[in-house]
């Protein structure tokens, strides 16, 4: 058995899981709320957890926590339109940037500026699937225009962009450091048990 495999999946979803569902209830976070780290969360579910199982998983936990939010906590279901299906899309997006980063894994200058340049780009992608849809689909705008619609994204591209930025610079250095603690760890264990 691949002890190392079996940690970094029996783990990382459970973290996964948790980190979403503390942020998903304020997109860009407040004094007493971090911003939303869907977007985190699903680039590091594709760079991290082996099986497609999890971004189902995944999709089905954002949905019940908005209901949730929505239903029990009295937060807007403003963005709860046609719309909304877009979201799928958006986060797959996410998931195969982060799949693709998986080949940036030695942690070399080069591969990592290539997965960070791989996590802006799924970012912006992300964003115009959602937002765009939003903004085309929703009905909340009235006649949709490009005046109109580069007036919200320059409201709300940066901190989307930022936000989850931040969250993939932790990520990243916090998924580095628990390569290395599993490499010392299971080096450790397999020593001692020669």
């Known amino acids: 058995m691949n002890t190392k495999l079996w ?11 948790g980190l979403m569902a503390l942020t998903r209830f304020n997109h860009f976070g407040t ?41 029990q906590m009295a937060v807007s279901d403003f963005c ?7 979201l799928i899309p958006a986060y797959a997006v996410m998931w195969w940037a982060g799949r693709y980063c998986k080949a940036c894994a030695d942690w070399q200058v080069a591969s990592t500026l ?11 992608l992300s964003f115009l699937i959602s937002n765009g849809s939003f903004y085309l689909v929703s009905g909340s705008f009235g006649a949709p225009g490009l005046d109109k619609y580069l007036e919200q994204l320059v409201h709300y591209y940066p901190p989307y962009l930022m936000s989850t ?5 932790a990520g990243l250095a916090l998924h580095r450091m628990w390569q290395s603690m599993n490499d010392i760890f299971l080096g450790s264990l397999t020593n001692f048990y020669k």
């Open 80 to 86: 709860i339109t046609p719309a909304y299906a877009f």
């Open 7 to 17: 940690l970094h999946n029996a783990v990382m979803p459970l973290i996964l899981i």
């Open 114 to 124: 290539k997965a960070f340049v791989a996590l802006g780009v799924a970012v912006s």
């Open 31 to 71: 004094a007493f709320s971090l911003p939303d780290a869907s977007l985190a969360v699903f680039f590091f579910a594709g760079l991290g957890v082996t099986g497609y199982w999890f971004l189902a998983v995944l999709l089905m936990e954002a949905g019940l926590i908005d209901y949730l939010a929505i239903s």
């Open 165 to 169: 930025l931040v969250y993939g610079v």
